[in-house]
């Protein structure tokens, strides 16, 4: 089931973002953020931007989140092989992440403290098992206290198939989206 969240009071907020010049960054393991994020980008015309890992994630399940749970735990920094080639001409960044033990995976750490993404609008999406959002809401709010943190798209990674509707109505709520 998908989870759509859009407070009323940020609708005007984001309309008013809809002629601003959009990013879309990512992090995907297994492919289901990487498919959001391009149906983003269809509908926004927004530049995609995938953060990868220096050193990738190992291709089997256990050995990943095994990767992952000691990367947290350390509160590792992994470092990412490309740069946002001029992160201040964004106005509005999609941050998109899967769910990794109850959080955004330690690289987009790493990512978000290398830009200022001050007063910029953030756009959070994620992919997840069961966990939904889990805390990294909360985590993004303390990594981003001067931008402007919107409300997003939640959806667990075995409905990312069939959620090219909800991902153009969450889309359309938002303002966001291409007018067609």
Not at 99 to 108: D, E, I, R
Request: hydrophobic share 40%; glycine share 8%; charged share 20%.
């Amino acid at each position: 089931m998908c989870i759509l969240l859009l407070s009323a009071a940020l609708v005007g907020t984001i309309q008013a973002q809809s002629n601003k010049k959009i990013l879309i960054a990512y992090f995907s393991w297994g492919g289901s953020t990487r498919e959001i994020a391009k149906q983003i980008q269809k509908q926004t015309d927004g530049d995609l931007f995938e953060i990868t890992v220096s050193n990738p994630y190992p291709a089997g399940y256990d050995e990943c989140v095994k990767q992952a749970k000691k990367e947290q735990q350390t509160n590792a920094r992994p470092a990412f092989t490309a740069e946002v080639k001029n992160m201040n001409a964004y106005d509005v960044v999609f941050v998109g992440y899967p769910n990794w033990w109850g959080t955004m995976p330690m690289v987009l750490f790493t990512f978000l403290e290398k830009y200022d993404l001050s007063g910029k609008t953030i756009i959070p999406f994620c992919t997840h098992g069961s966990g939904r959002w889990g805390r990294s809401l909360d985590d993004l709010k303390k990594m981003l206290p001067n931008s402007t943190i919107l409300d997003g798209f939640a959806i667990a990674g075995n409905m990312v198939r069939n959620s090219k509707d909800e991902v153009a109505k969450w889309l359309q709520k938002t303002g966001v989206a291409n007018k067609k």
